[in-house]
T-cell receptor, first 116, second 112 residues
């Protein structure tokens, strides 16, 4: 079945440091790929997505490129801020029923702590 | 515009009891999905409701059941609670035209 593997945290960084969170996936078809973020005490928020190979998703300074050849979707940000402290989840969706909306398979999450 | 709202936010039950969690989708959304997020883990898909019917289901036992009402709101019911059912239960809504999920803040269930 489908699965998502992401690096375990916590990842502790200083402000303005470069952030990379690795994510690899296993899927039978051609999934869409997502990064969600969960801030303390809040629900999951979609950070960015990519729907086909070589697509780059970007938002709020974060980027991730859909790499079909390496089945990866690594998240990067060039200069993190304290406000980026959160748990980040990589996820995929293989929508079997087109009109049904995304059924997501999530990775285990990576906690990121940015210190001033 | 209210987003996805869930209730209750926290609750404590004992083994063997039953629990009902509620979800109101984002305005304009017609599909509701439920996820279970155990502590320190990623969310796992329980099931999805569309047009008041269960459309997709994950690998969860029949103790987990749900319902969608004509106003698109939804309930998640769990019977015969086990300690392992302790988790954050997330509701997500979407519209069939886009499929993008919007998540609520969750209901945290503790089973003692």
């Amino acid at each position: 079945g489908d699965s998502v593997t992401q690096m375990e945290g916590p990842v502790t960084l200083s402000e303005e440091a470069f952030l990379t969170i690795n994510c690899t996936y296993t899927a039978t078809g051609y999934p869409s790929l997502f990064w969600y973020v969960q801030y303390p005490g809040e629900g999951l928020q979609l950070l960015l997505k990519a729907t086909k190979a070589d697509d780059k998703g970007s938002n709020k300074g974060f980027e991730a490129t859909y790499r079909k050849e390496t089945t990866s979707f690594h998240l990067e940000k060039g200069s993190v801020q304290v406000s980026d402290s959160a748990v980040y989840f990589c996820a995929l969706s293989e929508t079997v029923i087109k009109a049904a909306g995304n059924k997501l398979t999530f990775g285990g999450g990576t906690r990121v702590l940015v210190k001033p | 515009d209210a987003g996805v709202t869930q209730s209750p936010t926290h609750l404590i039950k004992t083994r063997g009891q039953q629990v009902t969690l509620r979800c109101s989708p984002k305005s304009g959304h017609d599909t509701v999905s439920w996820y279970q997020q155990a502590l320190g883990q990623g969310p796992q898909f329980i099931f999805q409701y569309y047009e008041e019917e269960e459309r997709q289901r994950g690998n969860f036992p029949d103790r987990f059941s749900g319902h969608q009402f004509p106003n698109y709101s939804s309930e998640l019911n769990v019977n015969a609670l086990l300690l392992g059912d302790s988790a954050l239960y997330l509701c997500a809504s979407s519209h069939t035209s886009s499929g993008e999920l919007f998540f609520g803040e969750g209901s945290r269930l503790t089973v003692l």
